[in-house]
């Protein structure tokens, strides 16, 4: 068994992580006060649905307070926590906290487009199969 290094795993990227979803989530929110606002009934909504619990102790919905402690670069009592963000990706169809997350520990968020390419490249590399079967099958005709 070997021993473990600590010097060969890069754990920095997390160290950032907070602030970096924090700004993601402030660009998803927008600037505006008014949709700030209607984001809370709609991450509320969300939460309701899904049954998911943005609060915690005697609250039993997220305010505009709370919110604006969550995406407050200097708040460091007040994080989301991990169903909240993903609550949040939902509502605001933004998944850029989500993706910073998952890139802090060397991962991402697959969009539709990618998926697309992905299943392109699929497809042809069953159609490269495909004629190999084939010239395979034509060679023993």
């Known amino acids: 068994m070997r021993q473990a290094s600590l010097l060969e795993d890069d754990h920095g990227r997390l160290a950032g992580v907070i602030p970096a979803m924090r700004a993601a989530m402030n660009r998803a929110a927008g600037e505006d006060e008014s949709g700030r606002k209607l984001l809370v009934d709609r991450l509320n909504a969300v939460a309701r649905e899904v049954g998911v619990r943005l609060t915690t102790g005697s ?19 007040h994080t989301p926590g991990i169903l909240a963000v993903a609550v949040f990706c939902a509502a605001t169809k933004d998944a850029g906290a989500l993706r910073v997350l998952l890139q802090s520990i060397g991962l991402d968020v697959m969009t539709q ?25 034509e060679e023993t005709i």
């Open 59 to 77: 609250a039993h919905a997220l305010s505009k307070d709370t919110l604006d402690k969550w995406l407050n670069p200097n708040d460091r009592d």
């Open 113 to 137: 487009e990618d998926r697309k390419h992905r299943d392109y490249g699929k497809a042809c590399l069953a159609e490269r199969e495909a004629r190999k079967r084939k010239k395979r099958l």
